[in-house]
């Protein structure tokens, strides 16, 4: 470790001494424009991957408009004083644990001293112009078709702010909200299945889209970011959902070609919910769960409610009012239920991916104990964290870093 930090504070004097070269071409090369002033050697203190470093420059102010500008430090793409490199892995550590563990494994790891506030405001610059630079680059083009594009859907809560919860109501045993929903998407594709004929989904292919903003936003921006990934070379399209009202209109009104699919556990879940209104809570609710969960798998959900009709129409039910919700759900979801012939076709059945999405982009980052979160705080982490997960952190970065050069 001493030989680490003498080593860092050698590389700092030498980049110091490099960037002081560097300085004096820059400076000699740029002409003041009508109206500036030079002021000459002005000095400024930079954070980088090595330490400090010191600059010494020109600055140039114009008394007009009031403003001013030193061309060294915008060729070096300096960030609210910190280098690109630095300002990167600030970003990249921000998406990962909360601000002040972030600092602590920033100077454990690389040695570097960072307030937690500092790359809290790092994050919260960046991630806005991270999300602009993913929205203006396509994907890289696939060498061949897709042969299937997933999307799939989810909601869950993030604790906020009180002063951004007034209003609002919620599930708390007053009616307040204690927490807003970050509608999460994600993007996923598969070519093969497994010699059983299950289906595989494709490493690495996921990418993932959060937001705190409407359905309808969110409807579009997963339109989008299917869109970038290729949706138009894709030769079958399946949308995965839970059942959600709000999941299936934005599966209508952005994927309307789709196929759309319940997942299979939230199926089973309410069958088993139906089969203990119809027989109440115990063995027989339980076995005729597992011998319905059979049929539905063959696509036999009409059948279903059939034989629940019947048992309700021969010697009532449990409990009638539960038993007629289930049905109704049954009954609207029965299109995207139909099992047997997905899993002929070797599609995914379950929303699972997009659930595990929910835990490990958004909860495992913003639903700390102790964590509250402004809206714009809580979706610049999102930003960052859905970019790192997505595994296209460094692509969006270095798109970033090209156009603040242009």
Same mark, same amino acid.
């Given at each position: ?37 030079? !002021? ?16 010494? +420059? ?20 300096? @960030? ?38 500092? @790359?809290? *405001? ?6 806005? %112009? ?11 083009? &696939?060498? %061949? ?20 919860? /007034? ?15 970050? /509608? ?10 497994? =010699? ?37 070379? =894709? ?13 299936? #209109? ?10 759309? @699919? ?14 203990? &209104? ?6 027989? =609710? ?7 969960? /059979? ?5 036999? @959900?009409?059948?279903?409610?059939? %034989? ?22 049954? +009954? /609207?979801? #029965?299109? *995207?239920? *139909? !099992?047997?012939?997905? *899993? ?23 639903? %700390? ?38």
């Amino acid at each position: 470790m001493g030989l680490r930090a003498a080593l860092l504070k050698d590389g700092s004097k030498l980049l110091e001494e490099l960037l002081g070269y560097a300085s004096l071409l820059c400076d000699r090369s740029t002409e003041p424009l009508a109206q500036e002033k030079v !002021y000459h050697h002005r000095e400024r203190t930079v954070e980088t991957l090595l330490g400090k470093v010191v600059l010494s +420059r020109d600055y140039f102010y114009c008394a007009q408009q009031q403003q001013g500008h030193t061309p060294f430090d915008e060729s070096l793409g300096l @960030i609210e004083g910190y280098s690109p490199g630095l300002a990167r892995l600030m970003c990249r550590i921000a998406a990962e644990q909360s601000y002040e563990l972030a600092a602590a494994d920033l100077l454990a790891y690389a040695g570097v001293a960072v307030e937690g506030r500092a @790359i809290a *405001r790092m994050a919260n610059l960046m991630g806005p %112009k991270m999300r602009a630079a993913r929205q203006s680059q396509p994907e890289p083009e &696939a060498p %061949k078709p897709i042969p299937v594009m997933y999307a799939s859907a989810d909601g869950t809560g993030v604790p906020m702010m009180r002063s951004e919860l /007034k209003g609002r109501k919620g599930r708390q045993p007053d009616g307040s909200a204690r927490t807003r929903e970050v /509608k999460l998407g994600c993007i996923f594709t598969q070519h093969v299945a497994d =010699a059983e004929g299950n289906p595989l989904r494709d490493p690495s292919s996921t990418t993932y889209i959060g937001t705190l903003e409407n359905a309808a936003d969110f409807g579009l921006q997963l339109r989008q970011e299917a869109i970038r990934r290729g949706m138009g070379s =894709a030769c079958k399209i399946v949308f995965l959902g839970d059942g959600a009202p709000w999941v299936w #209109e934005q599966a209508r009104v952005n994927f309307p070609s789709a196929i759309c @699919i319940l997942d299979f556990y939230h199926a089973f879940e309410h069958l088993g919910e139906l089969c203990a &209104a119809l027989d109440g809570i115990g063995p027989p =609710a339980q076995a005729r769960t597992d011998r319905w969960a /059979k049929m539905m798998k063959r696509g036999r @959900i009409g059948k279903i409610l059939l %034989k629940a009709q019947q048992i309700i129409d021969a010697h009532g039910a449990a409990n009638e009012e539960e038993a007629g919700r289930q049905i109704e759900y049954f +009954r /609207k979801n #029965e299109h *995207r239920m *139909r !099992y047997d012939r997905y *899993r002929k076709e070797h599609l995914f059945i379950g929303s699972g991916v997009v659930e595990a999405g929910c835990r490990t982009v958004i909860g495992q980052r913003l639903k %700390k104990s102790g964590m509250f979160w402004s809206p714009p705080g809580a979706q610049n982490v999102i930003d960052l964290r859905s970019a790192l997960l997505g595994s296209h952190f460094d692509r969006d970065w270095d798109t970033l870093t090209t156009q603040r050069a242009a």
